[in-house]
């Protein structure tokens, strides 16, 4: 058996270090060594000339100006001549012994010396310093060896195993994106025709809902490398840094072409230029440009280089970054629809031992406005419920808490409410669902209710949507609005008093109807105008902001005071579920058509 040899580069840092010691001693004692200005006695021109005189001087070295010479008594001297052919003459009248050399300059090998030692340690601190850093590349840090380096994380092929089909969903983003795996698969397929491949694709959409994932399914598919980096991680507070950082990563992205740079939140970075107030923002345009300028520079020919970026604000982009041949397509990754939750749900339950009667299409229809990262959560805390609690699966009970904790923050068990608090808080509830329970049939159809404090609502009515809507009749916002209302209108008939409780029940409310007045021509009086807030579209005077509060404000009192009379006439109803639920303290839907006798609209629980 042999031993590998080590050899003395490869040998790693800690032989590198031990080599760079032995030398820079080895260089410092031949420096010493050799130093002869230690016992050189530094004379001016006109001594030397009198030493000359009075022939004390045995042997000079002329080099350049600079002279060397031994005098008869042994000792050592040196200076510096005016002029270099001055004195031969003299010398040799006295019978000095002289030599010359390299009579262009005063070039000394032993002066570079110090010089090369110097550089040698610099060097050697910059490579340790790069060792140290490991060459995974990026990191974090901020060391002023690797400012300019970008922070991108590769990732091998090998290490990527996300495909499409592990991306739930999301259709439309797909088909898009194969397209471009296909470009990356066989560039000259497209080549050959002059066809432009793409060189950015804008990924918009919020967060959780699986830009990064499908960016490294293009990657996985494609079988080919993938960057990834965060628009924030170029910005720095030194100027040019970012713009260093950007031209890196597009240096290392073409070595490894064809291969994906997935720029998470590039509106860190290509937010528009010259928007800031004040200044400093000339090291996030100079970052800016840089990218433009490296997107542009993409050579069509050879291995391509695709950047996917994810915003969740493409309206804020600079403009310059969605021209044609820079970010031109757009891919739109939504919050899933029922279907999407579905498999979304599917896909994160192969994961954990699931109960098989547990239905995940149920599950998916009470999780409306969950993102695919919430869902993946959702799965994941009921199964630390289910195991807290020793169960051999994960059952319809868990998945139902696990909701409601992430919807309204974990359960608390600690707050002790009073018996009067619980009370007025059964009503407020009980307020809420049973004028949700008398809405029209098309309305959201109630789902349960508790008064179990969650975060920080003391108690909780949840209205379950029986399909996906993308359009809401004026009905359907009158039974949201009525519903918001009833919870304070139940306190205020049983009690007689308002709670600061029905403060979030009325932002709710006059959302909407404020929604109906300016965003859908709903209101009465202002007509079929859209009125919108916010986005500086549509700008409104005074006179017209009075209207717009005085017909919120009519709409809201008219629903309040129907609100008011359904549950006065309903009192014995409401009377009999707040007692009810007092006791039980969660009640699902079809417990309370059963309790009032009345027929029950939908299905409403998961199982
Ligand atoms: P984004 O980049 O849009 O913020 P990610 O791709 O990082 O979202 O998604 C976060 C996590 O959510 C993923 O790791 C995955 O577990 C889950 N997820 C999101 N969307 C999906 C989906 N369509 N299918 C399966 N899982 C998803
Ligand atoms: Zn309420």
Redesign the pocket.
Known sequence: MTKPKKSFLNGGPRNLLVGTLVLLGFIFVLHTLTDRNRTIQPITYSQFLNLIEKDEVKRVHVSGQEVHGILKNNSRFETTIANKSADWQLLREHGVEFSIDNPNGAFNIWYLLPLLSLFITAWALWYFIRQSRGSGGGGGGNNIFTMGKSRARLFMPSSINVKFD?????MEAKEELKDVVDYLKNPEKYQRLGAKIPRGVL?V???????????RAVAGEANCPFFSVSGSDFIEVFVGVGAARVRDLFQQARKNAPCIIFI?EIDAVGRQRGSGLGGGHDEREQTLNQMLAEMDGFQTTGGSVIVLA?TNRPDVLDSALLRPGRFDRRVD?PY?DLK?RD??LQ??AKAVKMDPEVDLQKVARGTPGF???D??NLINEAAIIASKEDKESIGIDDLEEARDKILLGKEVKSIILTDEDRKVTSFHESGHALIRLMMPEDSDPLHKVTIIPRGRALGVTHAMPEREKYTRTKEEMVANIMSALGGRAAEELVFNKATTGAYSDFQAASSIVRDMVCNYGMGSDLGQVIYAQGQGDYVYSQKTAERIDAEVQRIMDECYANTMQLLKDNRDKLDLLAETLLDKETMYAEEIYELLGIEPRVQHRFS
Do not use: C, E
């Open positions: 592990d991306v739930a969903g999301v990924l959409g919020s967060p959780g809902n699986g830009k990064t994932m499908l960016a998470d994810a990754v899933p999407s498999q979304i896909v994160h993102s695919g990262a869902l993946a």
